[in-house]
Structures are given as C-alpha cells and as structure tokens.
C-alpha cells in the first residue's frame, strides 16, 4: 500500500465481498510507508475482519512489500494482490476448490484490464481454452503467452521458498525479472480458463503508465539485462539459456527504443559508451539466433548496423 487511498477500498471490497470461508483465506497488507490517508481506510477492514493482517514499514517500493508480504504469510498457496487493481467477481470461491487439494507448483489464471473511467481494454486469456499443465519450461517456450505480469500467477508458497524466489528490491519492472526465473524452478504449471484478476491501466502516476523511461527505469532495465546473463549462464539445460538469451535481447531493445533523446544524447548511465554498445550488440546477435518472428529479426538487424538509427526508426514506428 502506498499512495492508494482512491483506490484501496475497491481493492479489499473485491475480496470481503465474495463468498469464500473466512478462515481458509488471509489476507496480508503491506503498508509501505505510504504518506496518504491509504491506511486510515485500511484500518477499517482490519477492525472488521479477523483474517486481515497488517505490517508497517518504511518504503521499499513494490518488490520490497512483496517480500514483507511472502514473509509473513501463512498458507499454502500465495497470490500478490497490488492495492490499486481488484478481484474478479465470485473468483474466489472456484480458486479455492482448486487450491485445497491442489500440489502443483503454480497456477495461471485469466485477467482483465480496465481503464481509470471502468472500460475494459483488453482480457488476457492465454492460449488455453480448457485446464491445462505443463512444466515452466514449456510456458517460456510459448510465445503466444505473456508470462510477466505477476499477478496471473498464484504459487505454492513452499515452492517459493524452497527455491529462495522473492522479488530483486530497487527493481522497478520487477516481474520482467522475477518470472522467467521462477518458471525456470517451476516443475508443474497449470492454466486455469478463469478470470480472476482485474489490473487497471492507469494513466498518470504508477510505474507503467509512461512508454519512454525514466532514470530509474533506465536504471533497472539495465539491471535486469545483467541478471538475464547470469540466469543464462547457471543453467545447465541449453535450451532454458536460449530462450533467457532471447529475452535479453528483446530487454536490450527495448532500453534503446524506450530511452528519450535526451538519455542518447547525453550518455545516461552509459547506454552510449562503445563498450556497452558492443556488450548489447553481442547480446542482440546472439538472440537473433533464436528469433523466428520476420519483423523482430528486422529490427534485430537494424540495431546490429547503427544503435542510433534503431532509436531514430523506433521511435518514429511507435512512440508519436
């Protein structure tokens, strides 16, 4: 929780409001130091309801709640829940007639995006028409499923923890660099043909809601792209290092397409020094031998002949 008080009522109203017995569900909420009145509506539902939780700390930014939260649960399975998005309606309840006999590692459920004025933009339905399993392998190969954002996801919370999977702090765009390494660990994965989550688009004032990058974004992109390389290398398994190469390069990519013109011009955190040049373009060359895509191979090739003519081409494409 920080700075939602215009949104965290719907949130917990999402979950309270649905049928579900009490004392199979907890619900953990990470205040993180939020400066707003968030919390003065929170306290509501804490007096209201014995399963609710509440832990204070000082800011962390989003990866960091998330592992106060992981710490501090209790059940058997988990699910991340941002204090700005809400639950489907009557989804609980089929959850958890999934979730009671349930030993796979991770389930994959259906969600919904909405703008801030409550229209549906677009639902998320994965390529599964019925219930389906498979290892997290065969969900990295499948290119027709978006397997970052987080909160599709509801994990076994010893699988978790057996395999130390808690969130990189200081990241933002965190769930680029948590999933791959998560589905890498993850033996079974089932994906569930039901809606569950509702994520809102919002237009102005979270971490996603501006196409270029900022300073820090820059910085975290960087980041992720250096942990790409080291996930790659602790595999044993070639395949898992060519589908994680290939995610590296797309991330390069989209640094040089995302940074503003002023980041190019002005060298921001280096992205423009020769030898960090060549570092990205040993990376694009290399996950060009996996791309299968014409238009990706395109612009693959595009960066290997001039950086800055890839970020001119880009932006003109797609960021007017």
């Known amino acids: 929780v920080y700075n939602v008080e215009k949104y965290i009522r719907k949130t917990l109203d999402s979950i309270y409001n649905q049928k579900f017995p009490h004392d199979e569900l907890e ?16 306290s509501e539902y804490d007096r209201a309801h014995d399963n609710l939780h509440v832990i204070n700390q000082n800011n962390k930014g989003l990866s960091g709640a998330r592992n106060t939260g992981l710490e501090a649960a209790h059940g058997k399975y988990v699910w991340f829940v941002d204090s700005d998005d809400w639950l489907d309606n009557e989804c609980l309840d ?8 349930a030993t796979e590692d991770v389930f994959v459920f259906r969600i919904k995006e909405y703008d801030e004025d409550g ?14 399993k498979c290892s997290g392998k065969e969900c990295l190969q499948n290119e027709q499923f978006d397997r970052t954002p987080v909160q599709i996801y509801i994990f076994k919370h010893e699988f978790l923890l057996t395999n130390c999977l808690n969130f990189v702090e200081g990241l933002i765009h965190e769930d680029i660099e948590f999933s791959p390494r998560m589905l890498i660990a993850a033996k079974t994965v089932v994906f569930v043909p039901v809606f569950s989550y509702c994520y809102l688009r919002r237009t102005s004032g979270n971490i996603t809601s501006r196409q ?9 992109m960087i980041i992720i792209v250096d942990r790409f390389g080291d996930l790659a290398k602790q595999s044993e398994d070639e395949e898992i290092r060519n589908i994680v190469h290939k995610y590296q390069a797309g991330i390069v990519l989209g640094i040089y397409y995302r940074a503003t013109k ?3 011009i002005n060298n921001a955190e280096g ?11 040993r990376i694009v060359f290399r996950g060009l031998r996996y ?8 612009r693959q090739v595009l960066f290997l002949i001039s950086v800055k003519l890839y970020h001119r081409t880009m932006v003109s494409m797609y960021m007017k």
């Open 212 to 220: 270029t990058l900022s300073q820090q974004r820059l910085r975290s």
């Open 291 to 298: 791309e299968t895509k014409l238009r990706h191979i395109m």
């Open 94 to 101: 089929k959850i958890l007639n999934l979730l009671r006999s």
């Open 262 to 264: 002023e980041m190019i």
């Open 271 to 281: 992205i423009m020094d020769r030898v960090y040049i060549r570092k990205c373009k």
């Open 119 to 132: 229209n549906l933009l677009l639902e998320r339905t994965n390529s599964y028409a019925s219930v389906h």
């Open 27 to 42: 619900v953990v909420v990470v205040n993180d130091g939020t400066p707003d009145n968030s919390m003065n509506i929170v």
